[in-house]
């Protein structure tokens, strides 16, 4: 079948498979929030020790809507939001670190949003030094912050770089002045070559691009040129994601027509252009939409085969407990999920209140546990053996979806695994979609996810 075929059947919704089982498939009741206090403590004292823990702080706030974004966010230019919730955060942080006993080793952190660099380069020290005031100390530091290319200032390098972030990831989008207005994400090229400037001025060890493919008014020539720009700052990594098509979700894409987005076709081409350039200019292509340079973590990571993903996306640092602060934010103790309130004042209510903000959650199976796995091994490595999974343990239809990707040259099967080969790169999520079983057990309303290609 060729690549065309292949596109239009399988660009269908699925799930991106940040976790398993997926969010909507989640449920809260009060036996959920007993057993995650439980479970919380179980898998600190697992990992603690051994590989440290991993911390998301969730920090909302950007002073405009990018029309694009399917992110929890809130908007303002009301900067004294600041500093209650800062406040918000360090205070539920604390009532974890009672649940843990002892000081946490934090050995990766992440500050998404939202816009981190809303907040003040002070503000932000005063954030972090009062959370790592709590914990113990690391020599192993995964430390990363998601900027904004107009807001990000020399002092907002120079405050997080103190306390060892070394990785900062730059939401670029696209360089075309039309494609921006019609995200309403205006930022000129020399704001991210003054950011990308400041950062190696720093010492930031590795700088990474969010790219979009299928944005409005997205043409080849649009796209090569925006690549052309990349390259010439050659950031260490680079995230090339689809466009999320979500109005349902995001009621903010409805300020495009729909007839403005690349079809089908022309939106895989971008995606091809820019990885071909990518590839061309010394780019390693890394699990799911990401390549970066051979000299960086990530790639060697992926050589190594422990490259890991967690909600903050692929990652060098193997943590088995994510621990998510702030409004909306996922957290991931190994056996069970929890999802906060998403709105700022109800979350902040809540922590002023003394409570653990969970609205909904998951406490996995062992089977759950096994597809979970599984589903890892394929999303970072590309392939995957039958330890947790095999052929016998799927329907009868899965099975035979399976096999049919098989014949059209996807995937390679043998008495050992699953292997991904360079055909079924682009449909990845299709290839793990087969393994959700609960995804195709559910019998409730229609999930809405976006399409896959």
């Known amino acids: 079948m060729e690549q065309n075929e292949l596109i239009k059947k399988y660009n269908v919704p699925v799930p991106r498979y940040t976790s398993y089982p997926t969010v909507p498939m ?65 205070k539920e942080y604390r009532r974890y670190a009672e649940i843990f006993g002892k000081p946490a080793r934090i050995t990766e952190m992440h500050l998404g949003g939202g816009t981190p660099t809303f907040f003040s380069p002070e503000n932000l020290e005063l954030l972090i030094g009062n959370l790592l005031s709590h914990t113990s100390p690391s020599d192993v530091k995964e430390y990363s912050f998601e900027g904004h290319p107009n807001s990000t200032t020399y002092d907002h390098l120079k405050a997080l770089h103190h306390f060892g972030f070394n990785r900062v990831s730059f939401g670029v989008q696209d360089f075309s002045e039309k494609v921006q207005k019609a995200i309403n994400r205006i930022q000129p090229l020399s704001k991210v070559v003054e950011a990308v400037e400041n950062a190696r001025k720093v010492g930031y060890e590795s700088v990474n691009f969010d790219l979009i493919f299928g944005l409005p008014f997205q043409t080849e020539k649009i796209i090569t040129d925006t690549f052309n720009k990349v390259l010439a700052l050659r950031p260490e990594r680079i995230a090339y994601y689809s466009y999320a098509h979500v109005p349902w979700k995001s009621p903010s894409q409805r300020g495009y027509d729909e007839n403005d987005l690349p079809d089908n076709e022309l939106k895989r081409k971008l995606y091809d252009i820019g990885k071909e350039m990518l590839i061309q200019a010394g ?50 103790a190994k056996y069970a999920y929890i999802q906060n309130e998403k709105k700022v004042k109800p979350y902040q209510h809540a922590i002023s209140e003394g409570a653990i ?97």
């Open 357 to 453: 903000p969970i609205i909904n959650g998951h406490v996995l199976t062992s089977q759950d546990l096994d597809i979970k796995a599984f589903i890892k091994s394929v999303i970072c490595n590309g392939e995957a053996d039958w330890n947790e999974m095999s052929p016998d343990d799927l329907p009868d239809n899965n099975r035979a979806l399976l096999l049919q990707m098989q014949n059209e040259g996807l995937v390679g099967l043998d008495s050992k695994g699953i292997k991904i080969t360079e055909k079924g790169k682009p449909f990845i999520r299709n290839i793990c979609n087969v393994f959700d079983l609960r995804h195709w057990a559910s019998k409730s309303e229609v999930r809405r996810y976006s399409k896959s290609i």
């Open 283 to 332: 780019y390693e292509e890394v699990g799911m939409d990401h390549f970066a340079l051979k000299h960086d973590q990530l790639y060697k990571a992926y050589q190594k085969g422990q490259l890991h993903r967690n909600f903050m996306g692929y990652t060098v640092s193997n943590t088995d407990f994510l621990l998510g602060l702030g409004a909306s934010s996922i957290s991931d």
């Open 26 to 90: 989640w449920h809260f009741d009060e036996e959920v929030k007993s057993k995650w206090l439980i479970l919380v403590r179980k898998i600190f004292e697992e990992t603690n020790e051994d590989k440290g823990i991993s911390l998301y702080l969730h920090l909302p706030f950007c002073e405009r809507l990018c029309t694009y974004c399917g992110c929890n966010k809130h908007i303002t230019v009301n900067h004294t939001v600041e500093i209650p919730y800062t406040e918000s955060i360090v």
